[in-house]
């Protein structure tokens, strides 16, 4: 007689269960996914300009990732719905948007994640290139999720995770952190000027779409009802806070390497190369060794997290609107139309490297990617809200309160974001 792990009773929580640390994974995943080497770079230069002014944003932008992941994922368990179904069921606009989106992103994003990974590895071995260290990132990626077997993809995202968090915490622990000043900038102010930082940190910490992709990842896990909320909830706390910590270690790098000794590094991935300059001069080349290793990890987990995890979303999105049912081999994860956006964000991409970004094409990932997390925010308090979720796990009042802080934050950057991509082409 074969039983199903964990049937009928709370995961984690009853005796004869495995112990509660081995049931986190899926908000480890996206919550590394999330954070890659732009948004380091955005939070290190925050500390390069404001020292730890800005560390109390670190804080609230876990929280607000946290309350918007832990809904996605109530959404899915409660209903048996992925997200994407909510979404099509508010109206076909929904497809309108988000169809163009998935497949302009992915494009776009496929070539800006094997450029930084190429970027780092070209620094930690210079034998070969950035774009040819690129094009080996990208097709690693795609043998390690084109099965789609969602347990070699978290053991790998696991690693990295640690290598990453590792890294980054011993660089920050190297630069002997100023544990008063640290203290002082959890007290929320914004500095003149500061605000769009304050923004870009907080809705930097752990991720975009990827946030989205996490009822997919409960689905490969095999949770997949209600009986799962609390070890979701779990998972997704205990991601955030490594999450948090790993940011933190960042602003710590930035504020006690730059800020204090007035060094401007570049934006976008060569300000982290930047980075590992300053701490091998000052601190050795081990330390500027370790520091990029935590780099290309983070690059990494985000490129090998989007290869599988959004490509779950396409495959959803393709076969729903082609009115496949749930359980179909092709709306899951190794088919069809899941194989086919792993192509599609390594291959195509590839061109990027060599030839250059097309203007309009940036313009326009830039707008649809500025609207994304706005979009993320107000379609969940819909969802949550309505008759679409059961009453029992609708929104509490705290979790309104703070997704309309979310959709405010992320309208406000969206317009930023929007202004800015809108400029660079004109």
């Given amino acids: 007689m074969t039983t199903t792990p964990y049937a009928g009773?709370?995961?984690?929580?009853?005796?004869?269960?495995?112990?509660?640390?081995?049931?986190?994974?899926?908000?480890?995943?996206?919550?590394?996914?999330?954070?890659?080497a732009a948004d380091l770079v955005a939070t290190m230069i925050a500390g390069s300009k404001y020292g730890y002014a800005l560390l109390w944003a670190v804080v609230v932008g876990c929280v607000m990732k946290v309350v918007l992941v832990e809904g996605a994922g109530r959404f899915s368990l409660s209903t048996g719905r992925t997200i994407f179904e909510g979404w099509s069921s508010l109206g076909r606009w929904t497809h309108a948007y988000f169809g163009?989106?998935?497949?302009?992103?992915?494009?776009?994003?496929?070539?800006?994640?094997?450029?930084?990974?190429?970027?780092?590895?070209?620094?930690?071995?210079?034998?070969?290139?950035?774009?040819?260290?690129?094009?080996?990132?990208?097709?690693?990626?795609?043998?390690?999720?084109?099965?789609?077997?969602?347990?070699?993809?978290?053991?790998?995202?696991?690693?990295?995770?640690?290598?990453?968090?590792?890294?980054?915490?011993?660089?920050?622990?190297?630069?002997?952190?100023?544990?008063?000043?640290?203290a002082a900038g959890l007290a929320p102010r914004i500095p003149d000027g500061a605000l769009i930082n304050v923004l870009s940190v907080a809705g930097g910490v752990g991720g975009t779409i990827t946030l989205a992709a996490y009822g997919y990842w409960l689905r490969e896990k095999g949770w997949s009802t209600p009986a799962f909320m609390r070890v979701m909830r779990l998972d997704n706390g205990v991601a955030y806070l490594v999450t948090g910590i790993f940011v933190i270690a960042t602003l710590v790098v930035g504020a006690e390497l730059l800020y204090s000794a007035g060094i401007a590094v570049d934006t976008g991935d060569k300000g982290m190369l930047d980075l590992s300059e300053v701490l091998r001069d000052r601190y050795g080349a081990a330390t500027g060794t370790i520091f990029l290793v935590g780099f290309w990890a983070a690059a990494m987990s985000s490129l090998v997290g989007v290869w599988n995890g959004v490509s779950l979303m396409f495959a959803d999105f393709a076969g729903h609107v082609r009115g496949l049912p749930t359980d179909h081999p092709d709306r899951q994860g190794g088919g069809r139309w899941y194989r086919a956006y792993v192509?599609?964000?390594?291959?195509?991409?590839?061109?990027?490297?060599?030839?250059?970004?097309?203007?309009?094409?940036?313009?326009?990932?830039?707008?649809?990617?500025?609207?994304?997390?706005?979009?993320?925010?107000?379609?969940?308090?819909?969802?949550l809200n309505t008759d679409r979720t059961p009453k029992q796990w609708r929104n509490k009042p705290f979790a309104n309160v703070v997704m309309v802080l979310c959709a405010l934050t992320f309208l406000a950057l969206a317009v930023d974001q929007v202004r800015s991509a809108v400029s660079g082409v004109l």
């Avoid at 509660?20 to 890659?36: N, Q, S």
């Avoid at 497949?103 to 990974?117: C, K, L, N, S």
């Fill in 9 to 36: 009773t709370q995961p984690g929580t009853d005796a004869g269960g495995p112990p509660r640390w081995r049931l986190i994974g899926p908000g480890l995943v996206v919550a590394a996914t999330g954070v890659g």
């Fill in 343 to 383: 192509l599609w964000l390594t291959l195509p991409p590839m061109l990027m490297l060599f030839l250059g970004k097309p203007v309009y094409l940036i313009l326009a990932y830039g707008v649809l990617g500025a609207l994304f997390m706005p979009f993320l925010a107000i379609t969940l308090i819909w969802l």
């Fill in 100 to 182: 163009p989106y998935i497949v302009i992103w992915g494009f776009v994003y496929g070539a800006a994640a094997m450029a930084g990974t190429g970027l780092a590895l070209h620094a930690l071995f210079p034998v070969l290139g950035v774009t040819a260290w690129g094009i080996v990132s990208g097709l690693i990626g795609l043998a390690l999720v084109w099965s789609g077997r969602y347990a070699v993809f978290e053991k790998t995202l696991s690693v990295l995770v640690l290598l990453m968090f590792v890294c980054m915490v011993a660089a920050a622990v190297v630069t002997l952190p100023n544990l008063p000043d640290m």
